[in-house]
């Protein structure tokens, strides 16, 4: 009775659809305590206990129906709802497989559009392809993987419901900073709350992606913005629409209208070209039109490191998207390197304190300091801490779904006492055979050492790397790798032949209705011509029905009417 009374109590604070369930429960249990009671309908609640002596979480129940769905169909646990990931569960025979999705974003997105959807061009949603739905026969948790064990064929899967950085582009370690004994006592505390359990697999795929990289520069992760998710790309039309606002305001002063409209992408690659394109349409086409009095002051400003932007294009495209950047007024400043980035304006400027948090101060090694409103960057990848942590030593190898390898000096697991996953040297990328299989070589030093591969664990992505290959870590490569695994799988044919990328080609947007296509056997095309290929391509790629009629319906209504600015 005390336990209903603490229970009652915190029944205002909980969802309608929950406090309503207790509410009945309450009142039926009051009424009469003798009926029999059917099981706790707790299994999707993401914490672990609502009330003292109350409901509380058990996973169980949701693992015990994802087992008896199963019916004699192998479960396949896909890492990751990216490119490959979510190419591979939609793919999958369901009639074959029980596809199992764990990611920490509910979402597949389509990273071709998000600059679109940065600058209001299109709206989320057409950039979004939810991992649960009624046309699939995909299941979903929403978690991060914490842990493989390869000889039982588990993993360990950390809840991520409430996760804050859901939807933003992950740039550290969620659990830096914690010694390994605290991260241990961490995951058992999780274990009893039931944030942390183990999922059994058939078959293994890991897609986990990378993290943006920063190259350990200060003040990037704190203040930089990014274009990896479409969180990212919400933050950036927030920021971009708050610098004109600011601005606008007749307490700014001109100095610090010129540094809130000075737009830094740090990144001279096919993103932060797209992006800088993108941002220089929304201020030609609609900025311009309701801000007259501020367009003089603005300023968009590419550096990178190299000797020029675009380095997968050739030199001639490459040499056009500089020149349209150019007479566009967007300065291309290579061979420059960022030394750091803080909140506040430049020293010695004359700005007033209250603008300190306004702006932010990019150190430049061969320009100085220069105040900006926003920097976006986009400097390319590093490696997922899952794939350095977790897919690293394994102990012991499994009973079966191991193909020991014709090299080294032992052939048998009672050769070698440890295994380790064979990493790239360069990226840290999980190697794979052309089957798309991880491999494994035996502890110790030197070149001729025991290997192996695990027939029932794959991984493609960002985070894998086919070995004996240099393929680019692109969407496209992503893709292809998944319809590949998915239609070998389908067919039970693993061993008839290996992976091989076929290059389509590459493609970039430049701003004011002009693009860039690369065919992979020649055929350069610029211009409007490319543009009508790059927004045909893309809109081809799509996924659902459903976007393929909100992006052009999109691109319409925006080209008719102009983009939304509100902020929200």
Known sequence: MQATTRCTSYL????????????????????SSHRPR???????????????????????????????????????VILGSGWAGYTVARQLDSRKYQAVVVSPRSYFAFTPLLASTSVGTLEFRTALEPVRSKRSKVNYFQGWADGVDFKNKTVTIEEAVDDPTQGLSPTLDRHAGKTGSQREREKATEAKKGRLFDLAYDKLVITVGCYSQTFGIPGVKENALFLKDVGDARKIRNRILACFEAAALPTTSDEMRRTLLNFAIVGGGPTGIEFSAELYDIIKEDLARIYPELIPFHQITVYDVADKVLP?????????????FRRGGISIKTKH?????????PAGSASKVDDQNA??????????????????????????????????????????GVKFLESGSAQDK??????????????????TDDRLRVKLEAEG????????????VFALGDCAILEGTSYPATAQVASQKAEWLAKRLNRDDIEQSGFTWKNLGV??????????????????????????????AYLTKSVSIRNKILIPMYWFINWLFGRDISRF
Not at 12 to 31: C, F, K, V, W
Not at 43 to 71: E, M, N, P, W, Y
Not at 337 to 345: I, Q, S, W
């Open 312 to 324: 997968m294009f050739d030199a001639n495209l490459a040499d056009y998207a500089m020149d349209a």
């Open 414 to 431: 009672s050769g070698p006492t440890g295994w380790v996953v064979q990493k790239d040297a360069k990226t840290g990328s999980v190697i």
């Open 507 to 536: 493609m970039a947007y430049i701003g004011n209705w002009n693009a860039l296509f690369q065919g992979s056997g020649g055929g350069n095309i610029s211009g409007r011509a490319a543009w009508i290929l790059w927004r045909g």
């Open 359 to 400: 702006c932010f101060t990019l150190n430049i090694k061969e320009q100085g300091e220069v105040g900006v409103g926003m920097v976006v960057w986009s400097t390319g990848l590093m490696m997922n801490p899952f794939v350095a942590k977790a897919l690293r030593d394994i102990p012991e190898l499994p009973e079966a």
């Open 12 to 31: 205002p604070q909980l969802p309608s659809g929950i406090h309503e369930l207790l509410s009945r429960s309450t009142r039926a249990s009051t009424r």
């Open 38 to 76: 059917w099981p706790p309908l707790t299994a999707h609640f993401s914490h672990a206990g609502l009330c003292a002596g109350g409901v509380q979480q058990q996973r169980s129940i949701t693992i015990k129906q994802l087992d008896h769905g199963r019916v004699d169909r192998e479960r396949v």
């Open 445 to 456: 030093v030197g070149e001729d050492k025991p290997q192996a591969i695990l027939e029932d």
């Open 337 to 345: 390197h960022v030394n750091e980035l803080r909140k506040g304006p």
